[in-house]
């Protein structure tokens, strides 16, 4: 029996490296291998001879099982797979991050979703009428002026200097109820400060229904507040003017710089405005073929710049565009 188990290594040995490691595996640690056969006349021995033969066949399995293990590894490591083709490009890694005002906007898109809000899109080359007419913006208004707007070519195409715009074609164009968010890039004529650039961006929001009031426009206000800023933050609601909503409100919160002391960038009011609201003015409804005496809405407007300087503490504006990576 001793013969044949060193007759086994010595074949092993030899056929190491000559023949593939799961053919090795087969031949000498298969079902049908020699030795597993000499397992099976182990029963012909006497006690004494079954413990020493045994031992023996049982190192001589570890010594071809960690052989092969050796063999098997190695061929994983210097052949590539059947699936790997060497000629194509290699993956590159990614550089860089989403933008903060990208980032907001995704953070917005998120909650409006939930609330069963959809993300609508429109140009930033305007009609007059979109920008303006429809808007219940009269003709004497101030924000026609070229001290304000930028026009393509005046007065019929321009720069959109609102994401309101955007409004008037869901109104015109879109089957009702309407509940929809618009992000995108307006432009005016503004010298450029810490809080005001000539191209910025802005959130819009508009629903239209039966029976919608002032409290619905209130609740998904703060509600939306809370998610952006914590359960913690200050708001408070004042009477503004706005051509294409009444009554019309602005919504401020705490100045996350100077936290109500006064500061440059609250201009020492200790709080900042960031965003306009209201309820759809009648005469927009109309404008749009809507009839008001059945249905009302609300809408609302923020500069998401600012809403990006003070949620990432960001002082000036312009930061968000000079490329200065370190600022952000």
Known sequence: MEDKISKIKQNFEKEEGK???????????????????????????????????????NKLKKYIETQLD????????SQPSEDFDPTLPGNKPQVGSLHPTTKVINLINQ??????YSVYEGPEIETEE??????????????????????????EYLLRTHTSSVEARALTNEALPIRIVV?????????????????????????????????????????????????????????????????????????????????????????????????VHPNMLKSCGIDH?????????????????TKYEIADIRKLYNGELVTL
């Not at 063999?71 to 490591?77: A, G, Q, T």
């Open 19 to 57: 023949i593939s490691p799961p053919e090795l595996r087969i031949k000498y640690l298969g079902r049908h291998s020699e030795l597993n056969g000499l397992l099976h006349e182990l029963a012909t021995l006497s006690d004494a001879q079954k413990k020493a033969t045994g031992s023996s066949i």
């Open 70 to 77: 050796s063999l098997e590894s190695l061929s994983d490591n």
């Open 111 to 116: 909650f409006f979703i939930y609330q069963g």
């Open 130 to 155: 979109n920008n303006f007419g429809k808007l219940n913006l009269p003709s004497d208004h101030p924000a026609r002026e070229l001290m304000d707007t930028l026009y393509i070519k005046q007065p």
């Open 183 to 279: 992000p995108g890039k307006v432009y005016r004529n503004e010298t450029e400060n810490t809080t005001n650039n000539s191209m910025f961006y802005q959130y819009e929001g508009l629903l239209v229904d039966h029976g919608v009031n002032m409290s619905h426009l209130k609740g998904t206000l703060i509600a939306f507040v809370k998610y952006l800023y914590g359960e913690d933050v200050k708001t408070r609601f004042r009477c503004k003017y706005y051509p294409q909503v009444e009554p019309g409100v602005g919504l401020d919160i705490e100045c996350p710089f100077c936290l109500s002391v006064g500061c440059m960038v609250c201009k020492y009011r200790g709080f900042i405005e960031i965003l306009g609201a209201g309820m």
């Open 293 to 309: 005496t059945k249905y009302s809405g609300f809408a609302f407007g923020m500069g998401l710049d600012r809403l990006v300087m």
